[in-house]
């Protein structure tokens, strides 16, 4: 009778061998990601267009300064392309680092203020320096969109 034993430490030790290569090259393309300077072209006003022209939206920090590490508020004053506030709206946040590969530390809540096209964002926080990317997903009666902002702080 033949013995496997060592055609099967064989295929165990390429195995191995194999994986240990995979997160080598995962290691150093996530690191190249962290020394990556962020693309030239980004747009870091506060006040955007969504991305299907729906809605343009501004963005005010309380204190009108981003801190870091600290749980902060801010205002979306959402209004649609002619203008006009929009009321009503159902809005959820999303975002993280880009070159970092993580999303929020944190799971911010819209809230309606008054009328006027004004919300509440509560449970904004931004753990470290760089660039962040916030997203707004509206919903409201001129349809879905998103409202993208880029952040560095």
Same mark, same amino acid.
């Given at each position: 009778?033949?013995?496997?034993? #060592?055609?099967?430490?064989?295929?165990?030790g390429?195995a191995?061998i *194999?994986?240990? =290569?995979?997160?080598? &090259?995962?290691?150093?393309?996530? @690191?190249?990601?962290? +020394?990556?300077r962020p693309?030239?072209?980004?747009?870091y006003s506060?006040?955007?267009?969504s991305? =299907?022209?729906?809605?343009?939206? /501004?963005?005010?920090?309380? %204190?009108?300064?981003? #801190?870091q @590490?600290?749980?902060h508020?801010w /205002?979306l $004053?959402?209004?649609?392309? =002619?203008?006009?506030?929009v009321?009503?709206?159902?809005i959820?946040?999303? %975002?993280?680092? #880009?070159? $970092?590969? $993580?999303?929020?530390?944190?799971?911010?809540q819209v809230? *309606?203020?008054a009328? %006027?096209?004004?919300?509440? &964002?509560?449970?904004?926080? +931004?753990n470290?320096?760089g !660039? !962040?990317? &916030?997203? +707004? *997903? &509206?919903?409201?009666?001129?349809g879905?969109?998103?409202?993208?902002?880029?952040?560095?702080?």
């Open positions: 009778m033949r013995s496997t034993a #060592p055609s099967l430490l064989a295929r165990l390429a191995a *194999r994986i240990s =290569a995979a997160a080598a &090259v995962a290691a150093t393309l996530t @690191g190249c990601m962290l +020394f990556a693309p030239r072209t980004l747009d506060r006040t955007r267009s991305e =299907a022209g729906i809605y343009r939206g /501004t963005i005010e920090p309380a %204190g009108d300064s981003i #801190p @590490g600290k749980l508020s /205002t $004053h959402l209004e649609d392309a =002619a203008g006009a506030p009321a009503g709206a159902q959820a946040v999303d %975002g993280g680092m #880009p070159q $970092h590969g $993580h999303g929020l530390p944190t799971k911010p809230k *309606r203020l009328e %006027g096209g004004d919300y509440l &964002v509560e449970g904004m926080k +931004f470290m320096g !660039w !962040w990317v &916030v997203k +707004f *997903r &509206v919903g409201a009666a001129a879905n969109d998103s409202l993208v902002f880029n952040l560095k702080l």
